[in-house]
């Protein structure tokens, strides 16, 4: 087997199409075909069941997938270790993050660091805090953007503080409390709230700051995103507390601090293991974990 074939079991297990994966893989379908059939006769097992209307794995394919993956990771790391010890800094870079993050500007710091290091190639995705560190420690990410509770501490990952901060109480224009100074908790137990799904990190922050005030407030709605949630405050249907730092980017809001409300603290997870050259630069830039950043 050869690490073509490889690549395009993964596109089509990502796909569940032959002929999207072909597209994917620039190649014409009978041909990536042709390699899936080879590769599974050399195998002794079909890889994929194909009907007419679907393509998925099966169970061999199951457990083929993950052994691909990461012979596929480290081929592209081995390029890059050696572009690397040329003074180049190649390959891939795979950033989470919470959608609050406010600490860095996430834009302008991915901005830098793509003019550094042209020839990396950048990915981004958004994610829970929880997630996030999950993902960081299994490596399909190099590192993650997280906000928690201050007590939090992430397992398996190193981590750096970025920013300690409080939470303001977010509300319509034309809700009673957009025209107070500051607000306590006690004043925000009769509203109804638009918050994260119980159990989460960003969840917790503003549970914990409650329950350690002896009160109880009802969440009538639990969203997944701030974008949603920002809409339904706007429509006056409920009030959210939200990172005082983050909040200046909701425009249409009024931001209201809370003088005993929740606190967050933003930090910055990676991985345990020798990071990658191009993981290595981007903490480097960050200027965190004792990197020295290096350009072409």
């Known amino acids: 087997m050869d690490l073509q074939q490889m690549r395009y079991v993964l596109a089509v297990a990502e796909t569940a199409s032959f002929t999207r994966a072909a597209e994917?893989?620039?190649?014409?379908?009978s041909a990536l075909s042709h390699q899936v059939a080879?590769?599974?006769?050399?195998?002794?097992?079909?890889?994929?069941?194909?009907?007419?209307?679907?393509?998925?794995?099966?169970?061999?394919?199951?457990?083929?997938?993950?052994?691909?993956?990461?012979?596929?990771?480290?081929?592209?790391?081995a390029r890059a270790e050696v572009a690397a010890a040329t003074g180049e800094i190649r390959g891939r870079l795979t950033v989470g993050s919470i959608p609050t993050v406010a600490a860095v500007d996430l834009p302008a710091v991915l901005r830098d660091y793509r003019l550094r290091y042209p020839d990396?190639?950048?990915?981004?995705?958004?994610?829970?805090?929880?997630?996030?560190?999950?993902?960081v420690r299994e490596g399909v990410l190099?590192?993650?953007f997280l906000g928690v509770p201050p007590g939090?501490?992430?397992q398996g990952v190193r981590d750096h503080e970025l920013a300690h901060g409080e939470h303001v109480v977010v509300v319509s224009p034309g809700h009673p409390l957009a025209a107070e100074k500051e607000v306590d908790l006690q004043r925000l137990v009769d509203e109804v709230f638009v918050d994260f799904a119980e159990g989460s990190a960003a969840r917790a922050q503003s549970d914990e700051a409650f329950a350690a005030a002896g009160l109880r407030r009802e969440v009538a709605f639990e969203v997944s995103g701030v974008e949603l949630m920002a809409r339904m405050v706007r429509n006056g249907l409920g009030v959210a507390l939200l990172p005082a730092l983050f909040s200046v980017e909701l425009h249409g809001l009024r931001s209201?601090?809370?003088?005993?409300?929740?606190?967050?603290?933003?930090?910055?997870?990676?991985?345990r293991f020798e990071p990658s050259p191009a993981a290595a630069a981007?903490?480097?830039?960050?200027?965190?974990?004792?990197?020295?950043?290096?350009?072409?």
């Open 24 to 29: 994917r893989c620039h190649v014409v379908q």
């Open 38 to 77: 080879k590769l599974e006769k050399e195998l002794g097992a079909r890889l994929f069941d194909r009907t007419s209307r679907r393509v998925r794995l099966t169970a061999a394919g199951e457990a083929f997938l993950p052994a691909a993956r990461q012979a596929l990771e480290a081929a592209e790391r």
């Open 120 to 135: 990396v190639r950048i990915t981004l995705r958004t994610g829970s805090s929880e997630r996030l560190v999950e993902q």
């Open 142 to 144: 190099d590192a993650a």
């Open 152 to 154: 939090f501490r992430p």
């Open 256 to 271: 209201v601090p809370v003088t005993n409300g929740p606190v967050r603290v933003e930090r910055l997870v990676w991985s």
């Open 282 to 296: 981007f903490l480097a830039l960050l200027g965190v974990g004792g990197y020295q950043e290096v350009l072409n």
